[in-house]
């Protein structure tokens, strides 16, 4: 018979529910940003990876508090989640970079779908005022960015329509 253990040994489900919703009100609203000037990566990607770090951050809390009492047998790092989930991230970040002629794209995109992780991790984590000033600072990074760039260079931070090859 399979037990289904729904117990949470470090927070409560109210908790828990409360440090989801946020990541993915934060994941949305940073994705959207990025959506609406058709840039690589669209806001599902930004919710699943902020809500993602947030699992997995309570995930790591949640062993930790598991095997508190195992603490001679078991060692759990929770600084070695933190590493590897924005390491992974990273990579993912990457991967909206390109290069179009001289120019480089999309290390906003890259920068912003790594910051979401970080959010996610950080309210995971409980932190929720870091999160909020994090996701704030972000925002206003990608949106006042967004029209200082056309401002001073007259470039549009919207990126153009891929056109349909005949």
Known sequence: ????????????WQELLLRIGLTMAFGLVLGLERDTKNKPIDFRA???VAVT????AIL????????ASAKDIVKVDLSTIVSGVMTGI????????IQR?????GTATGAS??????IGLTIGFGFYTLGIVAFGAISLTLLAG?????WFSGNDDKEKEAKAEE
Do not use: H, K, P
């Open 90 to 97: 990273g990579f993912l970040g990457a991967g909206a970079i």
């Open 113 to 118: 779908i790594w910051a979401a992780g970080g």
């Open 1 to 12: 018979m399979i037990d289904l253990n729904l117990d949470l040994t470090y927070i409560s």
């Open 53 to 56: 770090t947030c699992v997995l």
């Open 60 to 67: 790591g809390q949640e062993i930790y508090s598991d095997f």
């Open 46 to 48: 930004y919710m699943i």
């Open 146 to 150: 967004g029209l200082c760039r056309t």
């Open 101 to 105: 002629g001289d120019r480089v794209v």
